[in-house]
């Protein structure tokens, strides 16, 4: 199914809010039981946060390949339709009869027309942070959002974009694919349940003021590690600090940044442990004279990821410490000192490297994008705390989450999407 600007009310079965792998995978589940479904994410690309990573623990395998698949099955699949830059402003109605209210932000750039050929963005003079790479680099006002997007259209950003002022891109472009006059559109779609899948957002490493971040240049955090390490990413791929571009021969993790801390995120976010090691594995494959320390409060690797933990203790260049963080200090040349407290022998370390990665945690975006849905109960962190007849949560909008967790529970939410349908 491709997308397309529809008018008008439009109906299905099933509605899923948020167009990442969870909201896929219950979309897909729905879709392949005979369901009709919509899916609306508000990025202006379907894959959510996985699209951002650089490889899925504990295989060490690129998400696109799954993505891939799942792209590959919703262009098949005339039961699906999706719609981007898309939000639910409005939802009325109970289970079985839902009316739901959907702004459409305007792209600029007719999904139809655009070949995603590129010329448009030669003769953009405005750049902008690229929120894909989480601020590291900068695109064009129009863009495309990432090399393998789908769909693999561009978008102008509306907040920079000169307009009728400039125009470049409009004169540029032989498709005639540009249209700067576009407006937000709003259009209601009758559904009979909805799966809300709206994800996570990474926690604000600024807040954590003793780790250094946003004040030392060579402080990351692992979001900015995955794009870092990726071919796609500001680096191409390579893994150097922010600060001049070195190769940094040793990078300290800091678990639990933020998190298990009543004054940050209280609960633990269940991946942070596996993606420092698995982000350690990437490190030390391309520079294989580094040494990575993991400080870390207990290490959570539960089930079948502890052979993960085993593989990666293999190493001895990856060294882990068990002793919480106190704080990140500047130290000469760029570097810094973790300050930290060694809960086994009880001695504090004062250790020099030339990196450091927060291992931060996984945040509801329901925590603060209050969907007008007000059946939807969330527990004190964001988390959507259970089921109401019609509405039914998957992925880490319910709870921290892998992508196999969330994947599972997406099939489950899918299950009962479809039972409160009438078909
Ligand atoms: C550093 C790091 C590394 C990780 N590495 C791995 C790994 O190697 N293996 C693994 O299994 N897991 C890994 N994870 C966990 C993995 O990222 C999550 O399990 C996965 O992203 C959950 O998918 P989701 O669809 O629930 O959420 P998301 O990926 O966040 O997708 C949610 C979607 O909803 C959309 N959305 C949000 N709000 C709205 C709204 N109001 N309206 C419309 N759309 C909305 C978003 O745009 C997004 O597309 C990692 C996490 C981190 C932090």
Not at 390 to 406: E, L, N
């Amino acid at each position: 199914m491709r997308e397309s600007i529809p008018s008008g009310q439009l109906s299905g079965n099933i509605l899923v809010i948020g167009g990442g792998i969870a909201g896929l995978s219950a979309a897909l589940e729905a879709s392949e039981a005979g369901y009709d479904v919509f899916v609306i994410d508000r990025n202006p690309y379907l894959g959510g946060r996985v699209a951002q990573l650089y490889k899925y623990f504990p295989k060490l395998c690129p998400p696109y390949c799954g993505l891939e698949i799942l792209f590959r099955r919703i262009r098949s699949n005339p039961k699906i339709k999706f719609l981007t830059m898309s939000e639910v402003v409005d939802v009325s109605g109970s289970a079985g009869n839902f009316d739901v209210t959907v702004k459409i932000n305007p792209r600029y750039v007719d999904i139809a027309k655009c070949t995603a050929c590129g010329e448009c963005v030669e003769v953009c003079p405005v750049e902008r942070p690229n929120e894909f790479n989480y601020g590291m680099d900068t695109t064009k006002a129009i863009y495309l959002p990432h090399d393998l997007a789908f769909p693999m259209k561009y978008v102008i950003d509306g907040s920079v974009c000169k307009k009728d002022e400039c125009a470049k891109c409009v004169q540029t472009c032989k498709y005639d694919a540009i249209d700067l006059s576009m407006e937000p559109k709003t259009i209601t779609i009758k559904a009979e349940s909805i799966v809300v899948a709206t994800g996570w957002k990474p926690y604000d490493a600024t807040k954590l003021t003793n780790l250094g971040f946003g004040k030392y240049q060579n402080v990351i955090t692992n979001v900015m590690m995955e794009r870092l390490a990726s071919f796609n990413g500001p680096t191409k791929g390579k893994i150097v600090r922010p600060s001049d571009g070195k190769e940094p021969s040793t990078v300290a993790f800091v678990q639990c940044a933020g998190s298990r801390d009543e004054n940050h995120l209280p609960y633990c976010s269940a991946i942070c442990c596996l993606a420092s090691m698995k982000q350690a594995t990437y490190l030390r494959e391309q520079l294989p004279d580094s040494k990575a320390y993991i400080f870390y409060i207990d290490i959570r690797t539960p089930g079948r990821y502890e052979d993960f933990y085993t593989q990666v203790k293999e190493d001895e260049n990856i060294v882990f410490i068990k002793g919480k963080v106190a704080k990140v200090e500047e130290g000469e040349n760029g570097n810094l000192i973790v300050v930290a407290e060694n809960t086994l022998t009880g001695e504090k370390t004062r250790t020099e490297v030339e990196m450091v990665v927060l291992a931060t945690g996984m945040q509801p975006e329901l925590s603060d994008i209050n969907l007008p849905i007000k059946d939807l109960k969330l527990d004190s962190y964001g988390f959507a705390t259970f089921d109401v007849p019609g509405i039914y949560a998957a992925g880490v909008a319910r709870g921290p989450s892998d992508v196999a967790s969330s994947v599972e529970e997406s099939t489950a939410a899918a299950l009962k999407g479809i039972q409160a349908a009438k078909r």
